[in-house]
T-cell receptor
Framework: AQTVTQSQPEMSVQEAETVTLSCTYD???????LFWYKQPPSRQMILVIR??????QNATENRFSVNFQKAAKSFSLKISDSQLGDAAMYFC????????????FGKGNQVVVIP | DTGVSQNPRHKITKRGQNVTFRCDPI?????LYWYRQTLGQGPEFLTY????????KSRLLSDRFSAERPKGSFSTLEIQRTEQGDSAMYLC??????????????FGEGSRLTVL
């Protein structure tokens, strides 16, 4: 089974600054997808950004970007110009390109934004 | 698109009681998932349906847990003879399937279970 590791339980960032969340994963597959999901307090989990493993170009969604290093099995998330609304738990997730769409999640990173 | 809906949002029960959670997925989604999330952990997969067929169950899903998805629409997750270790957030998610779909799951807000 694939495992996803997030090793920094809590990260603090000043408003308007940049924070980077780390994620590594273990797989023997070559074709897969990686995701970052955001879970605000008492609210539903929503997709932040998606990366297809076959794409070399790093995904970007507005202030959110990833650094995907396939050989190193690393998938970090950078949040630029942090805003108070970015405060949440962030989960890195892996999905095989084959099968049932099941996601394997890491333990999460708590992001605290300091005004 | 009304999103994934879960009920009840909170349930407090005594050990040994049965509880049932309901999930209404996004209407055009044929895949439905149940996950369990405990404090400080990421969601853990429990089970998965494609239409009305339950295609995969995790080893986490003990004999006390049963899930159904009659007619391929809403789903229920029942826990019998609850134990304190069942206290968690139960998340439901849904998705489409098919060529080109990259597997994003859409989550509900979850049903929080507290077993006293």
């Amino acid at each position: 089974a694939q495992t996803v590791t997030q090793s920094q339980p809590e990260m603090s960032v000043q408003e308007a600054e940049t924070v980077t969340l780390s994620c590594t994963y273990d797989t023997s597959e070559s074709d897969y997808y990686l995701f970052w999901y955001k879970q605000p307090p008492s609210r539903q989990m929503i997709l932040v950004i998606r990366q297809e493993a076959y794409k070399q170009q790093n995904a970007t969604e507005n202030r959110f970007s990833v650094n995907f290093q396939k050989a190193a099995k690393s998938f970090s998330l950078k949040i630029s110009d942090s805003q108070l609304g970015d405060a949440a738990m962030y989960f890195c997730a892996y999905r095989s390109a084959h099968g049932n769409n099941r996601l394997a999640f890491g333990k999460g990173n708590q992001v605290v934004v300091i005004p | 698109d009304t999103g994934v809906s879960q009920n009840p949002r909170h349930k407090i029960t005594k050990r040994g009681q049965n509880v049932t959670f309901r999930c209404d997925p996004i209407s055009e989604h044929n895949r439905l998932y149940w996950y369990r999330q405990t404090l400080g952990q990421g969601p853990e997969f429990l089970t998965y349906f494609q239409n009305e067929a339950q295609l995969e169950k995790s080893r986490l899903l003990s004999d006390r847990f049963s899930a159904e998805r009659p007619k391929g629409s809403f789903s229920t997750l029942e826990i019998q003879r609850t134990e304190q270790g069942d206290s968690a957030m139960y998340l439901c998610a849904s998705s489409r399937s098919g060529t080109g779909y990259t597997g994003e799951l859409f989550f509900g807000e979850g049903s929080r279970l507290t077993v006293l």
